[in-house]
């Protein structure tokens, strides 16, 4: 038992120690653009967590309940939990999405009155709206998966993801193609995309 635990459970810790690490290298890229850029970023990141907590809260959900439904041989219904997680997935993102594009600047004024930092986080505010829909996906497509016990694939492709595409993107986005602050999260929001539909795709199939 402890082994299945181990099989089942290290690659869950594996990916998010992986996932956090190249994140953190990410935020020092970030940090190279100056002050400003990295009080824009704080400001952005505080404003995706009101959307990743809610979808790693649906993700744990959808997990219980696919694991509980394939353990019963119940297949349609892991299906249909699994579409349920996608729909309120996609309301929160959604919601939240409406935020970002109709009120960018006074959701920055939260963090900062800076005028730059306005600037910039509303900039990436933008980008935001359409990262935290392919995030939510992936984290309810995650779940999913966890509850079926599928947990070493999915790591592989974060870990692949992240180390092999994610990171030299944001390089080259930032800093070869001199796009900066907006370049390296636009690096983000592609790899955040390519996880999800493979995340999706891997469930389903």
């Not at 919601?95 to 960018?104: E, K, T, Y």
């Amino acid at each position: 038992k402890q082994r299945r635990l181990i099989r089942i459970g290290a690659p869950i810790g594996g990916q998010w120690t992986l996932e956090m690490l190249s994140f953190a290298i990410f935020l020092v890229f970030v940090a190279r653009f100056g002050d400003v850029a990295m009080a824009a970023s704080q400001a952005f990141m505080a404003l995706l967590s009101l959307s990743f907590m809610q979808a790693s809260g649906l993700g744990i959900a959808v997990a219980t309940l696919i694991g509980r439904y394939i353990g019963s041989g119940q297949l349609d219904a892991a299906e249909k939990s699994f579409r349920s997680g996608m729909v309120l997935a996609f309301l929160i993102a959604g919601s939240l999405a409406l935020l970002f594009l109709l009120v960018p600047d006074q959701l920055i004024r939260i963090f900062s009155d800076d005028p730059e930092v306005i600037r910039m986080g509303s900039s990436i505010l933008l980008i935001g709206a359409a990262l935290q829909f392919f995030d939510t996906f992936g984290i309810v497509a995650d779940g999913a998966l966890h509850g079926a016990g599928d947990t070493r694939v999915p790591f592989l492709a974060r870990f692949v993801l992240a180390w092999v595409f994610f990171l030299p993107l944001a390089w080259y986005f930032a800093f070869h193609l001199e796009g900066g602050l907006v370049g390296a999260w636009i690096a983000s929001a592609i790899h955040l995309f390519l996880l999800a539909i493979y995340l999706i795709w891997r469930f389903q199939s």
